[in-house]
């Protein structure tokens, strides 16, 4: 499916799915599911996850269990350029 719209669902879409992409989580994951994602990964899958400035804790979500098995984990600071050119970001303005 394109979209998993229960955690019911969660296993069986991980069974046919060559990429999962987490776009912002902003529920806790089980233990369960951190473990099935795990043996996702474990057996050759792809998990692409995105995350907003300020990290976990402003998501409300605990990703950072399952990254840190893989010594990645996510921050709450953001990147701002120093040098800037022609145009500004919107959060420079």
Do not use: W
């Given at each position: ?31 369960s ?29 605990n ?20 040098t ?10």
């Amino acid at each position: 499916p394109d979209k998993i719209e229960s955690k019911d669902d969660f296993a069986d879409s991980l069974k046919s799915a060559n990429v999962v992409v987490f776009g912002c989580p902003k529920e806790k994951f089980s233990n369960s599911e951190i473990n099935l994602m795990s043996d996702y990964v474990e057996n050759g899958g792809s998990i692409l996850i995105m995350a907003c400035e300020g990290g976990e804790e402003k998501m409300g979500t605990n990703i950072n269990a399952f990254l840190e098995q893989y010594s990645i984990m996510i921050n709450s600071d953001s990147v701002i350029r120093t040098t800037h050119f022609k145009y500004f970001h919107p959060k420079e303005v």
